[in-house]
């Protein structure tokens, strides 16, 4: 049952997405100007700083990702769905959960063709690839819950757009710290044991998010 | 036999109670009509009665069993409701809005015949896999009223179902209504609309947060 709703709900918002053609779009367009922007802001004696990648590509996620959760429940809004969702489901789970899968989608496909773009600009290599895109898998992941929440919890707020980083990026430091870190050490090629505390951190931190996040939102949003 | 009840139902906001020891009983096969005043209470009665809000004090039942012993799924399919808005995807076709709605209530649902719920409530082929954010105010009225219908309820509540509709399609509504009603459906409308005054089996008034005792029609 819940896989059912989630699935009829994330088709509903991809279709929603593809023909609005706003969300995922703008979320490239702000990430581009980001790495554009702190590109020339890095520039040192007219050469990039490659060792600011895990910086930048971290970042500029982030902020790309907070466009994409202002937006996640926009079409609801507009037409005046939310409340007739939330009472027509068993529960508030498959809401939450499609609009998390629909943030880490955007977010995932803006981190493919963003990668790229980060190492030319700032004309790097992945030292190991699979290990840093592991990280931003995780970090995406939790990013993708948390904003889901957050967004649903604020989705009748006043300056919500004002209050969402407020409330979503301290939640989301350690994440962020931690991928980071890890992004670092795998650049550097660090030696695993070097690497596992790091990883640990994002995943035991998805965990918690992914089993406390849907308990959370049913407990604020149900009458 | 009473289907939806509320007894000595309170409901407040930011500590003002806008529902006053609300009581009423809504009986199968009828069509109870609320009228009062702006403000009065009438989306906040409608809200507490669909279990969207719950009740600060008293209790609302469905067939004798309290809201909040009721599965939510089991809820949403036997209470549908319309507001002003008539809640919609405005990117989705009306087409794809009322299967969307009709497929989260029932697994089983059959999403062919929805078709013809859209022609039920008089809108042309033409327009059922049009998006409906080029839809006129009461073309989307009709759309929502059609999402009720394919919900399978016997419980309806609406609130200003004609907001927005020509003499045609309050005459259409009318019918809808009454043909609801003539099998089986409770329906309580909240409305400011003369024309649909008639529909009453009974009136209740809303003043102040206060039921008026109910006046036959």
Redesign the interface.
Known sequence: MLLRLTWLLLRKDLRVAARSREVFGFMLLFSLLCVVVFAFGFLREGEAAAEQVPGVLWVTLLFSGTVGVLRLFAAEEEGGTLQLVQRTLAGLHPLLLSKALLQLLFSGVTMLLLLPVVLVFFDAALTRPSLTLAALALGLVGQAMLGALVGALLVHVRLREVLLPLVLYPLLAPLLIAGVRLTVLAQADAPPEALQGWLLLMAGYDALLIAVAPWLHARVVEP | MTRLAAAGVGWAIDGRFVLVDVDLALAPASITVLTGENGAGKSSLLDVL?????PARGVVTLDGVALGDI???H??RRIA?L?H????????SAL?NVQ??R???H?DALLSDVTAWLTEVGLAARDHNR?VRGFSRGMLQRTGLARVLASGADVWLLDEPSTGLDRAGVELLTRVLQTARDRGATILLATHDPALLPLADRRLHLHLGHVVPPVEA
């Open positions: 669909a279990g969207v809000r719950k599965d939510a799924a809820l949403a409701r507001d808005a008539p809640g919609l995807y405005l990117e989705l794809e969307l709605f497929a989260l209530l697994a998006p």
